[in-house]
């Protein structure tokens, strides 16, 4: 196993784990063939949360991201509240989440909110949100889109100041099956730009993603709702993931 082949499990995953039996054909007809329970589960965040589809299906992708991360991690990531929204509703279809760790990830994947707030928890997971923003940029060679990873550099004064640490996931001396491997992006760097938009930034327009174009980050369809401001923060308080 490597980062490559994981990475390429989950950017072609696209949630048909959620999809109970006999739901196949209905989804079909209300999306169309290409990518249907993906485009169902966007809708179905976008509604719940007021968000608009686009914006959505874009935190779906860095979702995708995050988990990426917090596997080959040897600390526990933490993620951005928009992401952690996604985290939560993939939870919820607990039977295909537990798949999606089995059949995508080959590992297990799990969430570990914040029970009370404590100052030194609370500043732990800063940390590692931070650290997790730091991997981001390292293995995918790009700054993460901050509408939905939001702003750190105050968030960084604090982490320095207080001298929080990432909770490590093993000893120090410990490798894991990507231990060896360098940064993702590498793996790539030989690929057509227009293939892989996530490392090059093609076809990104003006926010800096994978290709959901429009205008995904300037509020819900409709009656207001947070669909990307994007103030930074993980979990809304604290949480973490990535055993």
Not at 171 to 189: A, I, M, N, R, V
Request: charged fraction near 25%; hydrophobic fraction near 30%; glycine fraction near 12%.
């Amino acid at each position: 196993m490597n980062k490559k082949s994981l990475w390429l499990r989950l950017r072609n995953y696209h949630f048909d784990h959620v999809v109970a039996p006999g739901l196949w054909n209905h989804l079909t007809a209300k999306f169309g063939h290409t990518n249907p329970s993906l485009k169902a589960f966007a809708g179905k965040i976008a509604r719940k949360h007021g968000w608009k589809n686009a914006f959505a299906l874009r935190a779906i992708e860095e979702y995708k991201k995050f988990v990426y991360l917090g596997t080959v991690s040897d600390f526990q990531v933490t993620p951005s509240k928009f992401i952690d929204v996604v985290w939560h509703e993939h939870i919820l279809f607990s039977k295909a989440y537990r798949e999606f760790c089995q059949d995508i990830l080959q590992h297990p994947f799990d969430h570990h909110p914040e029970l009370i707030p404590m100052q030194d928890q609370t500043g732990r997971f800063s940390a590692q949100y931070l650290d997790t923003i730091a991997l981001y940029q390292t293995e995918f060679d790009r700054e993460p889109p901050v509408a939905i990873w939001g702003d750190t550099k105050f968030e960084k004064e604090e982490q320095e100041k207080n001298q929080y640490q990432s909770a490590k996931k093993r000893k120090e001396d410990q490798q894991t099956e990507y231990s060896s491997d360098g940064p993702l992006y590498t793996s790539f760097e030989n690929e057509p730009a227009n293939a892989y938009p996530e490392f090059s930034g093609y076809g990104d327009g003006d926010f800096g993603g994978a290709g959901a174009g429009g205008d995904w980050s300037d509020g819900a369809d409709s009656g207001g709702g947070d669909s990307g401001g994007g103030d930074g923060g993980g979990c809304s308080g604290g949480c973490g993931g990535g055993d």
